[in-house]
């Protein structure tokens, strides 16, 4: 390829990164809000916050983009532009999955640690920035991480917009050269090397968090067994 195509390519990585950054930022925030509201005490926030999750999460990520693209303008009167159309769509799409991640998290933590909470007298919001959080937030990561690299491949969806992502301009790059093999290779390739990276990433936060959270007991040092009594009692 010319100068000009991998200048081009390199564009849409660009265009990519931007978007998963913003579209899992949004996502996170998500995330915690309707997890966390899943399991408030009150039902009417519970029953809310499932209404959310089941509605973005049983539709498709790309008839929301097309909604969120076409049909939102004519019916509020304003227009989004591809980026922030696409962060909206997506984020809100896989913000229904991560939540039901952070509620399973949370749900998972001993109900004696929340228990201990209620004797100190803490505040639900005590409880959980205290107590919940800190044992829950380690046990989401890796899952969380198989949602981003699965973020980082819907992000393919917005090319049809026409925004100029990786999918997007690989496409011109093989309608400009007719050769659909090395190119698609190429892209194939780009994308696992962010996703590696993403990996390598959060697998390093998972291990910076659980650092301080169960810490295993140190090893004792063996002990030879004191020799058996012989007749009588006598050694």
């Given at each position: 390829?010319?100068?000009?195509?991998?200048?081009?390519?390199?564009?849409?990585?660009?265009?990519?990164?931007?978007?998963?950054?913003?579209?899992?930022?949004?996502?996170?925030?998500?995330?915690?809000?309707?997890?966390?509201?899943?399991?408030h005490?009150?039902?009417?926030?519970?029953?809310?916050?499932?209404?959310?999750?089941?509605?973005?999460?049983?539709?498709?990520?790309?008839?929301?983009?097309?909604?969120?693209?076409?049909?939102?303008?004519?019916?509020?009167?304003?227009?989004?532009?591809?980026?922030?159309?696409?962060?909206?769509?997506?984020?809100?799409?896989?913000?229904?999955?991560?939540?039901?991640?952070?509620?399973?998290?949370l749900?998972?933590?001993?109900?004696?640690?929340?228990?201990?909470?209620?004797?100190?007298?803490?505040?639900?919001?005590?409880?959980?920035?205290?107590?919940?959080?800190?044992?829950?937030?380690?046990?989401?990561?890796?899952?969380f991480?198989?949602?981003?690299?699965?973020?980082?491949?819907?992000?393919?969806?917005?090319?049809?917009?026409g925004?100029?992502?990786?999918?997007?301009?690989?496409?011109?790059?093989?309608?400009?050269?007719?050769?659909?093999?090395?190119?698609?290779?190429?892209?194939?390739?780009?994308?696992?090397?962010?996703?590696?990276?993403?990996?390598?990433?959060?697998?390093?936060?998972?291990?910076?968090?659980?650092?301080?959270?169960?810490?295993?007991?140190?090893?004792?040092?063996?002990?030879?067994?004191?020799?058996?009594?012989?007749?009588?009692g006598v050694?």
């Amino acid at each position: 390829m010319t100068s000009g195509l991998w200048e081009l390519v390199l564009q849409g990585v660009w265009v990519t990164i931007q978007l998963l950054v913003f579209s899992s930022l949004l996502a996170a925030a998500v995330s915690f809000v309707v997890g966390v509201a899943r399991t408030h005490q009150l039902w009417v926030v519970r029953f809310l916050a499932g209404v959310y999750t089941e509605v973005f999460r049983g539709t498709s990520a790309l008839v929301m983009i097309f909604w969120v693209f076409f049909v939102l303008p004519p019916a509020f009167g304003w227009q989004l532009v591809p980026m922030w159309a696409g962060t909206l769509a997506l984020g809100l799409t896989y913000g229904a999955y991560g939540s039901e991640i952070v509620r399973g998290a949370l749900g998972a933590v001993d109900p004696a640690q929340k228990e201990g909470g209620i004797a100190l007298s803490f505040t639900p919001w005590q409880r959980m920035r205290l107590i919940m959080l800190p044992q829950a937030v380690p046990e989401m990561i890796p899952p969380f991480s198989n949602l981003l690299i699965e973020l980082l491949k819907g992000t393919a969806l917005v090319s049809i917009m026409g925004m100029g992502d990786l999918a997007f301009s690989g496409n011109l790059v093989r309608l400009a050269l007719q050769e659909s093999a090395e190119i698609y290779t190429y892209i194939l390739l780009i994308y696992f090397v962010i996703a590696f990276l993403l990996t390598r990433v959060m697998r390093g936060l998972e291990k910076k968090l659980k650092a301080g959270v169960g810490k295993t007991a140190p090893k004792r040092k063996a002990v030879a067994p004191e020799p058996a009594a012989g007749i009588g009692g006598v050694r």
